[in-house]
């Protein structure tokens, strides 16, 4: 039933965005969506303490209080704070904003709006993005705009509600970053990557920090981890930081739907050269950086404290983006992170010298080969780095070929499915030697666990392919001979079926007098 209601909302959506650029249009979208959120879920406790207020058997009872002075009482903040709902002024409530939906004024009474629910929580001030009334949108697009999100109903159960809220948000996320191509992948990264990253570091406490969080999907996947292995979230606290502005509001109105306490600094801001959280040192370290990015370097981070295994080159930010990961990791701390598959092979200016450091003083604890097309912006192929500063077990790096793992889930794009995510995280889990993890054993073609020394002998280079070797393929004559009796008959029927048709074209254009 979800499933089709997000295909409708989008198809709807969609077609509203007329000429609009997909990058602009879906922060109109997302922004409204919020406020619909958090409207329903301030009417939906109103209504509980309306009820609540009048009954006699109840905590809240007010006693032979007068509809007036319930009235009076529905306006303490606090009723709503204590269950983490945002207070929502009268005329920022979703009821008076589709009422104006159809005056020209509309896209004023929206920013007036989240002016008026910024100014009440704190938490939201200069998140919400104050952009209708300028909105480049032909005349009454915007008013049918609110009419379609009114559509969504979040129901009257908090978890319900954050839940649909959560798959609505996540699915338009996804399908603009499609629709943006390119620039897309700026602020989305593929679910089942999030996934996996999340289930082999299992961030069940502690901090937790993305130095390039994007819409924050990094941490609503570790949200959901720790739900479902019975942990709390108050046992996690989450750091970010994202340089686009737009993109950063995005990830703190991600995170304030679920009720995620979040640190993304005190502005949107560049990793390196403002640097938000320079003395957080993370148990968890999550994060999906820019592949290859080639105009990040700036004077000031000559020399920089975070460069501790060597000068990353200035043309390439790869080993910057590993090197500040390690930077921000404490003792006992583990980062996953997604980079180009370039960077388990590159010598190029002092990269694989920084790649050798890194290697011998044992830091590099697991490397996934990512199949190609997993990603909506970029056909370039992906990894993942696992590093960690005490590895449960040392001298050795584990090598995961997961090239040919994905399926297919539209012409363009695969996925891992959550049984191969779990085959991932249990092998090394069993690799580590966790507790209720099965016993580790190389798998060729998937998985090898390698000595320092030989991947020395290899130049440092740390591509799983080069480590895990060839599958095993059962040598069965017999079977090789069925195959190739069902071919060659397949073979011969598409031959015949290929006279056929040769026949009848001529015989066709015979009739249109031409010949042959």
């Known amino acids: 039933m979800i499933d089709d209601i997000k295909k409708t909302l989008w198809a709807t959506a969609d077609k509203l965005r007329a000429n609009m650029d997909a990058a602009e249009y879906k922060h109109l979208v997302l922004g409204l969506i919020f406020v619909k959120y958090i409207s329903d879920t301030f009417a939906a406790r109103r209504a509980e303490l309306s009820t609540r207020l009048r009954d006699p058997s ?6 032979d209080a007068s509809q007036e002075d319930i009235d009076a009482e529905l306006e303490d903040r606090d009723y709503y704070r204590e269950v983490n709902v945002f207070w929502v002024p009268e ?64 129901g009257t159960d908090a978890s319900t509600a954050r839940d649909v809220l959560g798959q609505v948000y996540e699915y338009f996320l996804g399908m603009f970053a499609s629709a943006e191509g390119k620039r897309g992948g700026q602020f989305y990264t593929p679910a089942s990557i ?21 819409s924050g999907g990094m941490f609503v996947q570790s949200e959901r981890f720790i739900e479902a292995h019975g942990g709390h979230l108050g046992d996690v606290s989450i750091y970010g930081q994202e340089a686009n502005p737009t993109t950063w509001r995005l990830a703190a109105m991600n995170l304030a739907i679920r009720g995620i306490d ?7 801001g560049d990793t390196f050269t403002k640097n938000q959280h320079p003395d957080l040192r993370a148990d968890f370290i999550l994060a999906n950086p820019p592949f290859n990015i080639s105009d990040w370097w700036h004077g000031s981070l000559e020399g920089d404290p975070r460069w501790h295994y060597g000068d990353p080159p200035q043309g390439n930010a790869n080993y910057a983006w590993l090197q500040h990961m390690l930077h921000h990791l404490k003792p006992t701390g583990r980062a996953g992170i997604v980079l180009a598959n370039g960077s388990m092979s590159s010598s190029q200016n002092n990269e694989g010298q920084i790649r050798a450091a890194m290697v011998d003083v044992d830091v590099v604890e697991v490397m996934i ?21 005490r590895k449960q077990r ?62 020395a002998q290899h130049g440092h280079v740390l591509t799983p392919g080069r480590y895990v070797g060839a599958e095993e393929v059962e040598d069965d004559d017999e079977a090789f001979a069925d195959n190739m009796q069902k071919l060659t008959e397949k073979l011969g029927e598409q031959m015949a079926k290929g006279a056929e048709l040769d026949a009848l074209i001529r015989q066709k254009l015979g009739g249109l007098g031409y010949e042959f």
């Open 369 to 389: 080969a990512l199949p190609g097309q997993l990603f909506f912006n970029t056909q370039i192929p992906a990894c993942l780095w696992f590093l960690a500063k």
């Open 262 to 268: 979040f640190n993304l600094g005190r502005e949107p």
């Open 394 to 455: 040392k001298g050795e790096v584990l090598f995961i070929d997961a090239r040919n793992l994905a399926r297919m889930i539209s012409r363009v794009q695969c996925e891992f499915t959550d049984e191969v995510i779990e085959r991932i995280a249990g092998t090394v889990a069993a690799w580590r030697g966790e507790a209720d993890a099965a016993a580790y054993e190389d798998v060729p073609g998937y998985c090898r666990s390698v000595q320092l020394a030989e991947i």
């Open 91 to 154: 005329p920022a409530r979703w009821e008076a904003i589709r009422a104006a939906a159809k005056q020209p004024t509309i896209g004023k009474h929206i920013d007036d709006a989240l002016s008026l629910i910024e100014a009440e929580n704190p938490k939201l001030k200069g998140i919400l993005d104050k952009r209708y009334a300028r909105a480049q949108l032909p005349d009454g697009k915007l008013g049918e705009l609110v009419d379609l999100i009114s559509t969504i109903g979040f």
């Open 58 to 63: 109840d905590e809240y009872f007010y006693g």
């Open 194 to 214: 999030v996934k996996t990253l999340v289930a082999v570091l299992a961030p069940h406490h502690g901090q937790v920090y993305d130095p390039c969080c994007g």
